[in-house]
């Protein structure tokens, strides 16, 4: 059973307010941004959750003591560095024997790897990026100095077997890029097909839940 965890790069904390939700008592939290705890704390509130431990730090050298994790977890955290192998490894020193890692990750994805959701919810978005990137609109936007890296799911294995975890996967998962916000085009029928195949596999017991085909996942699972 676990009982510690710990989410590196916690940001507002949403993920730690789901196991604080299912009443388990011992998590902590570490980031560099005491704005994002500031809002943590918020969310925290307004649910009425209890407020985990807090730890102002760099991911890739908590000073946190060493294997003293059961679960360390984040969503979207490693694709944000040129170099994931400085926080896989404190990961590794945090973790106790035994222990899990769950780390969802967000890359840059080719265009094509979003087409069958396009074709089946928004069509007329795949003529509209091509007409874009043909006039040099699809551009993106940096925000400040953040790093988005195109890292495969090899390139995270490699370096997690060289650091010594065992009983790895990174998985394709998650193809439902249309369930951002409301004001996505077909928002509601992306999301709800997304609860529906959530749901369906949950029943199956098909884990991982949204595991998808190679070359349309919006993630991978590591």
């Given amino acids: 059973m676990y009982k510690r965890f710990l989410e590196l790069g916690a940001g507002k904390g949403t993920t730690s307010m789901y196991l604080a939700n299912e009443e388990f008592e011992d998590i902590t939290m570490v980031d560099l941004s005491e704005s994002g705890f500031d809002l943590a704390k918020r969310n925290f509130a307004a649910a009425g959750l209890k407020l985990p ?15 003293s994790f059961d679960c360390i977890y984040n969503i ?9 192998a400085p926080t896989l490894r404190e990961t590794y020193c945090l973790l106790k024997p ?17 087409i069958p959701a396009r ?20 551009r993106k936007k940096q925000k400040g100095d953040m790093v988005r ?3 495969g799911a090899e390139e995270y294995l ?16 998650n193809p439902y890029w249309l369930v951002n916000s409301p004001g996505t085009p077909n928002y509601k029928k992306s999301l709800n097909d997304y609860l529906q195949d959530f749901e369906k596999k949950k029943q199956a017991g098909n884990y991982p839940l949204l595991q998808t085909k190679k070359s349309t996942e919006l993630c991978l699972l590591l």
């Fill in 53 to 67: 431990k807090m730890v102002i730090a760099n991911c890739e050298d908590t000073q946190l003591e060493a294997e």
């Fill in 76 to 84: 979207g955290l490693l694709e944000h560095f040129e170099d994931p």
């Fill in 98 to 114: 035994g222990g899990l890692v769950f780390m969802p990750i967000v890359p840059t994805q080719p265009f094509s790897y979003s």
């Fill in 119 to 138: 074709l089946k919810y928004y069509p007329i978005s795949i003529p509209k990026y091509y007409v874009k990137s043909t006039l040099g609109m699809n």
């Fill in 149 to 151: 890296t195109e890292n």
């Fill in 158 to 173: 490699k370096i997690c077997r060289e650091i010594g975890f065992d009983q790895l996967k990174c998985i394709p998962y």
